[in-house]
């Protein structure tokens, strides 16, 4: 039996009704329905190893959130194969989700209206915990997370963070070995975030779960993942290591200029590239990553140049770049 | 964190696992209720003014009547609406509306991840929840007792029935009222339904009138719905009109409707994951 996550060519198409704005266009709709075919995830194949823990990239809409759904179980795919731990999760078998979790940073699961602690008992008597592992496990992880007695505190008094926190905990009292989190640090400070990417890390290392996880935010991708998967349009667009992602998908490059005192001799510098910066003898300039070798020798050249930097720009400039691609280009 | 390697967890796998998720889910439903305590007592005055308002219409008209009507006197119409306090805080349920919420705030979603149905946990959540409906429910029993004076002439046997026929008049109504809200798996605007639904149960569940009250086709219409077994039956039971062969038939009628209502929310449920899209939940 396969451990791992399975994805092949994997399909979700919502029926969504469609309809013209106007009182007309409603009154025709009461009649005659229009409904139009949106292609959430088209076609997606990707297989994760156990113990992976694999980023998943892509601008809201682009069908992570709807990936992880079916993965999880929750939503039917319209077409194509997946497996997880060598189950079929639209099936929703009482053994396949003793094993996995699925942590939405914008939905609470926990109970608003008491304590964290007796959500946390609720779960325990849903999985079937053995009471000594559950209490173990439960006390261990609020250590790590630093909950304390926030735990005690009905979860409608904590602030984000800490519910986000305390969410965290409930979702892996049942030790899954799959964990499936979307968002799980959105809205949060960056040390609660540092610390929820900590845990995670912790996890991962100590009981070899895979990690899908989806974030905006290019520091938990580049703290947790290795490899990531971009999707764009419901199609991916990349899928490897996340430091290939900038040589992939940026066709630039960043020169990083230091020049000796020029005394108001600075030649027009737009020649050699877009100008990102220029401030007192250090410049920054942008220019196509083919143009860079030339561009460099000339600057060499022109400019009393004491340092010269060759950069890539910054991960979440590519990421944007990408997310900012029309679906042609997207293929 | 422990460094237990990961592996299938065990589950729940005996009737005493079973018993403790009850009694844990319960168990919040308590801890839930003595949270907001003023809310709960608002909400105790405001199911006390319903009946209370039945009370003192039908005694008034029963008085007018020459001192009965339809087999009630004025303090045996006391007795039944003192009884339906007690009986309406029994059959307090998840309703529908709370179905559609669950959806929308996508507390569902997280629910069906669990290797639990979500109607178990709610069955264990509002079991839980009689203890403290009772406990609210206790002083203001007692008021409109002196109040209202009721006559309730029921025997031993009677008052021993009453909370087995109270307590599937809870399931009747937690299961039917379940398998309304799967109607929010079909679509959102639902609240013409639910109204429809409420409507007729007040009509036909003796919650408005006892349904001797009612006239003859209203009666027979009754005979074949759910509704009369979650209000009528329980209450007719303490006051004492039932004979033991009636309990017997409307025992098994109860377990009847429970046994083909939860089987109905089966099926009914098996379609609805299908189309549960969870879009934005």
Known sequence: MSTGIRVKELTKIYKVPEREAGVKAAVVSLFKRKFKDVRAVDGVSFEIEPGEIVGFLGPNGAGKTTTLKMLSGLLYPTSGELSVLGYLPEKRERSFLQQITLVMGQRSQLNWDIPALDSYDLYRAIYGLPLEQYQKTRDEMIEVMMLGDLVKKPVRNLSLGERMKAEMVGALLHQPKVLFLDEPTIGVDVTMQRRIRTFIQEYNRKHKATVLLTSHYMADVQALCKRVIVIHHGKILYDGAFSGLVERFSAMKTLVVTTSEMNGNMPDLTKYGAVISNESNRIALRVSKSDAPQVTARLLADLPVTDLLVEDPPIEEVIESVFAMPSEEAK | ?281
């Not at chain 2, 929010?184 to 009509?203: H, M, P, R, V």
């Open chain 2, 1 to 281: 964190m422990s460094t237990a390697a990961p592996s299938a967890q065990p589950g729940r796998t005996s009737l005493r696992d079973w018993i403790d998720m009850y009694v844990v889910a319960g168990r919040q439903a308590v801890m839930e209720a003595l949270q907001y305590r003023a809310a709960n007592v608002m909400f105790m005055v405001h199911v006390l003014i319903e009946p209370v308002i039945y009370l003192v219409v039908w005694s008034t008209v029963a008085n007018t009547q020459g001192g009965q009507i339809g087999g009630y006197t004025a303090a045996q119409f006391a007795g039944y609406y003192i009884i339906w306090t007690l009986v309406r805080q029994f059959n307090l349920t998840l309703g529908p509306y709370n179905f559609n919420w669950r959806i929308k705030e996508g507390r569902l979603a997280a629910e069906l991840l669990r290797p639990v149905h979500p109607i178990q946990t709610d069955l264990g959540f509002y079991l839980g929840y009689k203890i403290p409906q009772t406990l609210y429910w206790l002083p203001m029993g007692v008021l409109l007792w002196f109040l209202f004076k009721p006559e309730i002439n029921a025997q031993l046997w009677q008052i021993l029935a009453f909370p087995l026929a109270l307590m599937f008049a809870f399931f009747v109504r937690f299961t039917f009222m379940w398998l309304l809200g799967l109607v929010c798996f079909w679509t959102e605007k639902i609240d013409a339904l639910f109204e429809l639904y409420f409507t007729l149960e007040l009509l036909f569940s003796g919650r408005l009138v006892p349904l001797e009250v009612m006239p003859a086709w209203a009666q027979s219409v009754a005979a074949f719905l759910p509704f009369q077994w979650t209000f009528y039956f329980p209450i007719e039971v303490l006051l004492g009109r039932v004979q033991p062969a009636e309990f017997g038939w409307g025992f098994l009628i109860q377990v009847g409707w429970v046994v083909g209502g939860y089987a109905l929310v089966m099926f009914v449920w098996k379609h609805a994951i299908k189309r549960f899209t969870a879009v934005g939940s």
